[in-house]
């Protein structure tokens, strides 16, 4: 487990909101209602996608360059950052014996 960083294409949808996907990881994807809270939702999603590939897979997909990244009108990419050691601590419940 570890810090990860991967491209996100913020995509503008009607009255301010955003989707978010990331081209890197199948099925990563999340929304938010303003730009601000889109980041935060992309937080959380990559660090939930990556902490599963971690305990499924053990593998860990790589992540592409920003430049790399083909964009569709009005998209543009950011980096995303999470630590899937963060998430865990935050996400997994302790055992109550």
Do not use: Q, W
């Amino acid at each position: 487990m570890a810090k990860y960083r991967y491209p996100a294409v913020f995509t503008p949808e009607e009255e301010g909101r955003y989707s978010v996907s990331f081209p890197d990881i199948d099925g990563c994807y999340t929304c938010g209602d303003n730009l601000e809270d889109a980041i935060m939702m992309a937080e959380d999603v990559l660090a939930y996608c990556l902490h599963d590939e971690e305990d499924v897979s053990g593998e860990i997909p790589k992540a592409s360059k920003a430049e790399e990244v083909v964009l569709r009108k009005r998209e543009f990419v950011k980096y995303i950052t999470c630590d899937t050691i963060c998430y865990k601590r935050m996400h997994e419940k302790a055992l109550v014996l």
